[in-house]
């Protein structure tokens, strides 16, 4: 058994509902988003805009399960990525290390509540207690391996039964996200990587990543890109800021 | 940089440099120069020296990484995986210095000449060179940058440590310390012709390998890390204390104001240049830009 997940870039709506779904899931502090939309503009003159939501690839071959020196990230035999926070000490190699930016050091900066010095909301007060986030450690999207578990254990479907699915996958109002059992191949994610040339974010680093995205126009491995164009002379770095 | 284009361009890595980075900056430095000096004392047999790299490793290495962990007090759980990661054992190689320099410097003083001695100073040699050579295996590992991904860069470390070790020893020796000037002067100019070459090709090797890690070398030459390449690295670190070893050559003497100051600068030059390799390091786009 392999989690997967299936994303439909035509589908998606750009409507951000995948990222509030997690943030109430997760109770995540304002500073940080698990998964991500990365919106670029194609086409020249007539520009439209495309979206990838992103989070965490739970790459069979994660570099940040290889760098950790503590053991705090490890791959679980279902193939979800995890970081167990009691165990974390907060040294950002795997941060450093994943070719895809899903990581995020959780410094005291980034949790300093919805309102700051004003008031802690019902809901900031739930989430101490429910979900955990510890400033000094590292976190990243676990394919909500809570509701995983649970709904395993009462015999439900991932990816199937909205119980034991991931809340992103079933927020999402335009079904763009697509959950389930990679190993099995009469899966849906299974059937919509084979029949629709599902892609995965830069193969080239081996990873093997557990996300697919599909009927994208930009990025598919046989498209040409930017990259890909030895005599282009790139610009220095934008420093990111 | 606009919100639509957030990781469609190159990213540079910032956890390791940026606000509290900066710790890690100053560690994987001491790491490098703390060894390469007890090396170089290991050579000239220098109590002095072995006591300052000894310094360098144990206080400002071993206490920068360890402010820089979010959770500093867990750093036990690091130690005991050696397995893990290159990390891991990068901390234990500290300890172990730490460990096997502090028991050979008391049989140094004591007992001069002994096997007991022989023994530790080999063993803390070794660890000596592990600490000024993992930071660098540590960024070579990550693919995800591919200027970092070049095994020239822990040869780099090591070479950059060894002539921060040397300029160390000329401080030394100006000092009345247990090391030959002369000879210490002569290693810290090869050493800085070694390490002038090793940066040129590591530069050139970056550029000609592919487009991310050529933009990191960009970066350097004329983005936002060029004042510190220039400043830094090639005048500090590389033009003035070329102009004072050619100068020493030439006239025989030196005073120590100069050569001080040309330790100083190969200093500089060193931190400069780690600050500029852990700045420019840059991941590929998430998704490649359409044509
Ligand atoms: S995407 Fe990054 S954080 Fe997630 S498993 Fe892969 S390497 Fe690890
Ligand atoms: S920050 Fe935490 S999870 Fe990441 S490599 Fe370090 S110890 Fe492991």
Redesign the interface.
Known sequence: MRWGMVVDLSKCVRCYACLAACRIEHFLPMGINWP?L??????GDSPT?ST?S?RCNQCKDA?CV???????TTRREDGVVTVDQD???????C???????NRT???KDKDQGFFPGRVVTDFEKAGKKLYKH?????EKCNFCAERIDAGLAKGLKPGIDREATPACVNTCPARALTFGDLDDPNSEVSRLIREKKGFQ??PE?NTDPSVYFIDG???QSDE????D??D?E???????? | ?E??????????????ID??GIFLWIAFYAGGLGGGLYLVSLYFNSLWGMLISWLIIAVIKGGTHLV?????L??W??IT?PQ?????RG?IFVMLFVFFGAIQMALTYWLPGSTAEIVFKVMAGIMAFSVALYTGI?LK?????PFWNSTLLPVLFIFCGLLGGFGLAVVIALNGGDINLAAAETGSRWLLLANVLLIGIYLWQASAKE??S???V??QL???SAPIFWIGIVLLGIVIPLGIALAGLIMNHMSSIVLVTGVACEIIGGLALRYVVLK?G??????????
Request: glycine share 8%.
């Open positions: 991500r990365v919106a670029l503009e194609t086409g805009v990838y992103v570099p290889e760098v950790c020196p503590t053991g705090a165990k974390c000490v907060g040294c950002r190699y941060v450093v290390a994943c070719p895809y930016q050091f959780l410094s510890q400033i000094g450690t590292t974010l830069h680093y126009k930009i990025g040409p890109k930017v990259d164009k030895a282009k790139p610009e220095a770095i934008g420093v990111g800021e | 940089m919100a639509h284009q957030w990781m469609i361009h190159y990213t540079r890595q910032t956890e390791w606000r509290r820089y962990l979010g959770k500093p867990r750093f759980r690091i995986r893990t990661s290159w990390l891991a901390f540590i590992n990550i693919k995800g940058v487009n991310t050529k933009q990191s960009l970066e004329r983005g936002h420019a840059a991941y590929k786009p998430l998704v490649a830009k359409p044509q």
